[in-house]
């Protein structure tokens, strides 16, 4: 089972450990996109155009300082992946807490997505740094576009034969759409929040407790040691798990869409 993430604005303050090297990543084979990105992220960022490096970075006149933070990238300390994302889903999956066999599986099968990596493991070694797939870098263009091209082959090896289980957002899913054989393992989840309005049980999207949700799925798979073969048996898992899952119909080559309906957040 491959499962795919969003990262997270939220990060560590600082690394602790020795610089970045890019050869010591995972998926090697993207180790020269790699550099493309941050070579163009470093350059705008050390660009004497604050503003069009904000504007370029989709970023606001307050967050200079992150500016700075990426001037410094193959300098600054790195940090494990697991360690260095900090926002909402990683909140709730809660990897220092996961029993050893757990984290286990966890750095086994979860593929991070990334505007300035790609892609990277959880044992990855990568510095805090600000790089929204939503940016436009000089020399580089639209991010979401350059990865689409980038990241195709390096993520169906990845997928190997078994279910992929997607939670990134949007303008992740974007970089990588699974195609073919990939594609029918593949399930995708939106998650609904059912509440009762005056006797009636209505289903809206949820936004912000999506993450939560999101985060707390996978820690559920990690903790019940779910080795599912197939996209049946991983939606299976989820039921086993008591969470109410609702296919959603799908053409053929295209990845299977479910909705996980919640009644808390």
């Given at each position: 089972m491959l499962i795919l993430l969003p990262p997270s604005e939220g990060k560590a303050d600082a690394g602790t450990g020795r610089r970045l090297d890019l050869t010591r990543l995972s998926?090697?084979?993207?180790?020269?996109?790699r550099e493309e990105v941050l070579a163009a992220l470093v350059a705008v960022s050390v660009d004497g155009d604050a503003e069009a490096a904000l504007g370029a970075l989709g970023l606001s006149p307050g967050q200079r300082g992150e500016l700075r933070r990426n001037a410094r990238l193959r300098e600054a300390a790195t940090a494990p992946a697991e360690r260095l994302y900090t926002g909402v889903l990683y909140e709730?999956?809660?990897?220092?807490?996961?029993?050893?066999?757990?984290?286990?599986?966890?750095?086994?099968?979860?593929?991070?997505?990334?505007?300035?990596w790609g892609a990277v493991r959880l044992t990855d070694r990568i510095p805090p740094y600000r790089c929204p797939v939503g940016a436009k870098l000089p020399d580089v263009g639209a991010l979401s576009a350059y990865w689409r091209r980038a990241l195709a082959p390096a993520m169906t090896a990845a997928a190997g034969d078994g279910p992929v289980l997607d939670l990134r957002s949007g303008a992740y899913a974007a970089t990588w759409a699974p195609r073919g054989a990939v594609a029918d393992r593949t399930?995708?989840?939106?998650?609904?929040?059912?509440?009762?309005?005056?006797?009636?049980?209505?289903?809206?999207?949820?936004?912000?407790?999506?993450?939560?949700?999101?985060?707390?799925?996978?820690?559920?798979l990690l903790m019940a040691g779910a080795r599912p073969?197939?996209?049946?048996?991983?939606?299976?898992?989820?039921?086993?798990?008591?969470?109410?899952?609702?296919?959603?119909?799908?053409?053929?080559?295209?990845?299977?869409?479910?909705?996980?309906?919640?009644?808390?957040?």
């Open positions: 998926l090697p084979e993207l180790t020269p996109a709730a999956l809660d990897l220092a807490t996961l029993p050893p066999a757990a984290v286990r599986a966890a750095r086994r099968t979860i593929l991070i997505s990334s505007g300035l399930v995708t989840v939106r998650v609904l929040h059912e509440r009762d309005v005056d006797g009636v049980a209505v289903r809206s999207v949820v936004s912000h407790f999506n993450k939560a949700t999101k985060g707390r799925l996978v820690r559920d073969r197939t996209a049946d048996g991983l939606i299976a898992a989820l039921r086993d798990l008591k969470y109410t899952v609702v296919e959603q119909p799908s053409p053929a080559g295209r990845p299977r869409p479910v909705d996980v309906v919640v009644t808390e957040l």
